[in-house]
């Protein structure tokens, strides 16, 4: 299996440092448990539970935080739901919530889970294979206005309705079964020489995005915290594309401007050079950070509110 490597280690590390003892953290996208790990060795007194769709990670994470004992819980499920799963547990309040977004590594490197247009692999794309349809099951029974839709609205591909038609003809003809088919239907419905990325590179987004209800799960688990949450805690968010970083940045300024805490600080937090050459994956991730309960005084907040709470001078 392809190894992943966490992103921005050492600034989740510092964004939960002054998690207070005794909190439970929530690692709702646990992955191999990097986070998870950097978490519980700068918090001695914190626990964490830790969630994720793959099983796969769900076992890796488990062995690698078994040293941890009771302070690490990892489990099976959706981050959206991430308040019921702490429940189930018999905890009432989370002291901080982690979101580590978008596909892994080892989801990507791995041929047969469907997720890169690199490699030939089933046309799948699902971060639970036991949960619902494959992206190629929903392309044979979707329409193709409905496919072009996806592709627009979460790949914001301008040759959508070119492509998802070459996607029915493609499926009509019985030439699409892999992944390899799916990039070379993308590339042969753009013109020539109008392309700077690979042409397969925001359908194969969009499509993932829709068959694992991303942006859903990501409302679902920021809309968790006001009731998941004690008095004080982090939020912590790490995106890769402007759709997510969109819904963070907007709820939390729509949080600070409630008085419910402040954004620690205006601009996300980015990779510096180093992790960017060590780590590919780096180069686009945007790490934004909540402080729940925090006053906007101390963090400067009231200049990071949405413009309908911003008071006038």
Request: some cysteine.
């Amino acid at each position: 299996m392809a190894e992943h490597i966490p992103v921005l280690v050492e600034a989740i590390a510092d964004a939960f440092a002054g998690v207070r003892a005794g909190a439970v953290v929530v690692d709702g996208t646990c992955g191999f448990g990097g986070h998870s790990a950097a978490i519980l060795e700068g918090n001695p007194g914190v626990r964490v539970i830790g969630i994720d769709r793959d099983l796969q990670a769900v076992e890796r994470a488990t062995e690698r935080l078994e040293g941890y004992g009771g302070r690490a819980v990892v489990g099976h499920g959706r981050f959206g739901q991430w308040l019921e799963q702490l429940k189930r547990l018999g905890v009432e309040h989370a002291g901080g919530l982690l979101l580590d977004l978008g596909v892994s590594s080892f989801q990507l490197d791995t041929p047969e889970r469907g997720f890169s247009f690199r490699n030939a692999g089933p046309v799948d794309m699902r971060m639970d294979p036991g949960g619902g349809p494959s992206t190629l099951e929903w392309l044979m029974g979707a329409p193709e206005d409905e496919i072009a839709s996806v592709i627009w609205r979460y790949g914001e591909e301008r040759y959508s309705r070119r492509i998802a038609r070459q996607i029915k003809l493609a499926i009509e003809e019985d030439r699409l079964s892999t992944t390899l088919d799916l990039a070379e239907i993308c590339r042969r419905a753009y013109p020539k020489g109008k392309h700077r990325i690979d042409p397969a590179t925001r359908t194969f987004q969009a499509l993932r995005i829709h068959i694992n209800d991303e942006l859903g799960e990501l409302e679902r688990a920021l809309a968790g915290v006001p009731d998941g949450f004690d008095e004080r805690g982090v939020v912590a968010v790490i995106s890769f594309h402007s759709l997510e970083d969109r819904v963070v940045k907007n709820t939390f300024r729509e949080w600070a401007g409630q008085g419910l805490g402040g954004i620690l600080k205006p601009a996300p937090i980015i990779a510096d050079e180093s992790e960017r050459e060590d780590n590919p994956r780096a180069r686009s991730a945007k790490l934004r950070v909540f402080k729940w309960g925090e006053s906007r005084e101390d963090l400067g907040a009231d200049k990071y509110r949405s413009k309908k709470h911003r008071r006038k001078p």
